[in-house]
C-alpha cells in the first residue's frame, strides 16, 4: 500500500467538490483538511491488508473523540467493473479480512455493537467504531457512483459528538434533501443510528429485510452494547 497518488486523490476530490454533490459532512472534512487518503490496488484481493490495517489503527488512536468531520479514504483503482452485489461481496471479504488482522491486537470498540444484526452495530478497528462507506462505478445511488471503488471509514464518535451538540440532525436533514434533488429519490436504506444495522448501509446497494450480514466477529469480546 503507498500514499494516494496525487491524480487519484485528485479525482476523488474533485467529486466531492462538485457543487451538487449531497454530502456537506464530506465536503467539511475535505475544507478542514480532515481526510486523508491511502492507495491500495484491487478491492478483491489480499496483498494491502496489513498496511491497510495498521494505517486504519494508527488513524483510530490518532483521533481524539469529539474530533469531527474526519475520514480516511481508501481508493482501490485496480478493482475491475463489479456489479452491486459483487462489489457488496468484495467489501465484506475485505472488511473481514482487516477485522481478523486488527483482533489480533486490539479488542471491539465497548461503546458499539458487533453483532451485524444489531442496531448498535458499527465496525471496530483500532478499538474505535467507524461507519463504512462503499463507492464504486456500479453503483445505482448517484451518490455512491464514483469512477473507481472506495471505502471511507468515518469515525463513529464524530456521530455521537455532533449529536452532542446538537448538530446531527440538522446535518442529517440538509444531506437528505440535497441527496434527493441529486439522486431523484430518498435513499431506502436510510436510517438513523439505532434503528437498525447500519451495515445494510455500508455499500450502497438496496437490501430487503431478509438480508444478512455476512460479517463475523473473530476477536475478543467486549462488553459492547
Known amino acids: 500500500m503507498e500514499q494516494c497518488s496525487e491524480s487519484a ?5 474533485a467529486r466531492i467538490t462538485e457543487a451538487s454533490f449531497p454530502c456537506v459532512g464530506a465536503k467539511s472534512a475535505l475544507a478542514q483538511d480532515g ?8 478491492l478483491l484481493e489480499a496483498h494491502d491488508d496489513i498496511a491497510l490495517v495498521a494505517s486504519l489503527q494508527a488513524f483510530a488512536l490518532d483521533a481524539a473523540d469529539d474530533d469531527v468531520f474526519l475520514s480516511k479514504v481508501v481508493l482501490f483503482p485496480a478493482t475491475p467493473q463489479l456489479d452491486e452485489l459483487a462489489f457488496e461481496q468484495a ?4 472488511l473481514q479480512a482487516l477485522h481478523r488482522l486488527d483482533a489480533v491486537r486490539f479488542a471491539w470498540d465497548p461503546s458499539v455493537s458487533s453483532d451485524p444484526d444489531s442496531p448498535r452495530f458499527s465496525l471496530s478497528i483500532g478499538v474505535r467504531g467507524f461507519y463504512v462507506v462503499g463507492l464504486h462505478p456500479g453503483a445505482s445511488r448517484a451518490a455512491r ?6 471505502l471511507v471509514f468515518n469515525l463513529h464518535s464524530q456521530f455521537e459528538a455532533l449529536r452532542a451538540d446538537g448538530r446531527y440532525a ?28 447500519e451495515a445494510r448501509q455500508y455499500s450502497g446497494r438496496r437490501v430487503g429485510a431478509d438480508w444478512r450480514c455476512p460479517f463475523v466477529n473473530e476477536g475478543r469480546q467486549s462488553d459492547a452494547v
Open 145 to 150: 457512483r464514483f469512477p473507481f471503488a472506495a
Open 9 to 13: 486523490s485528485t479525482v476523488f476530490r
Open 35 to 42: 481526510v486523508s487518503f491511502d492507495a491500495c490496488g484491487d
Open 170 to 197: 440538522k446535518l442529517r436533514d440538509v444531506i437528505t434533501q440535497r441527496d434527493i434533488a441529486y439522486s431523484g429519490s430518498r435513499n431506502p436504506m436510510l436510517a438513523m443510528y439505532g434503528e437498525q444495522s
Open 91 to 94: 467489501l465484506w471479504t475485505r
